[in-house]
């Protein structure tokens, strides 16, 4: 059983940053890929980036590439999600995710397995 615990949101204004992270519990998720994904009111849960078992690989949505970077400390058992140039189509709540492999199979959710309980994003006009 592995518990992810989010934290870093916020309210900011557009074109400002947040740094999200994502603090595990229970089993390693060493060798597993780890994703953030958002969800916005009335909404579907979408992909926003993964990142390989390793780090030696990422991936981005094509609405925060550029703008976001994920990454991870295997040793501290965290990841984070760096978001620069915050826009209002940001606002949303932020889920922390561990995948089934090394590295990411598919964006969708489906692939992923334990979720945080979220953190919320509000980015202000």
């Known amino acids: 059983q592995v518990q992810l615990v989010e934290s870093g949101g916020g309210l900011v204004q557009a074109g400002g940053s947040l740094r999200l992270s994502c603090t595990r519990s229970?089993?390693?998720?060493?060798?597993?890929?780890m994703g953030w994904f958002r969800q916005a009111p009335g909404k579907e849960r979408t992909f926003v980036a993964a990142?390989?078992?390793?780090?030696?690989?990422?991936y981005y949505a094509d609405s925060v590439k550029g703008r976001f970077t994920i990454s991870r400390a295997n040793a501290q058992n965290t990841a984070s999600l760096q978001m620069n140039s915050l826009k209002p189509e940001d606002t949303a709540v932020y889920f922390c995710?561990?995948?089934?492999?090394?590295?990411?199979?598919?964006?969708?959710?489906?692939?992923?397995?334990?979720w945080g309980q979220g953190t919320q994003v509000t980015v202000s006009s």
């Open positions: 990142i390989s078992w390793n780090g030696d690989r990422t």
């Open positions: 995710t561990v995948g089934q492999q090394p590295y990411m199979t598919t964006p969708n959710a489906a692939a992923f397995g334990s």
């Open positions: 229970g089993r390693s998720i060493g060798v597993y890929a």
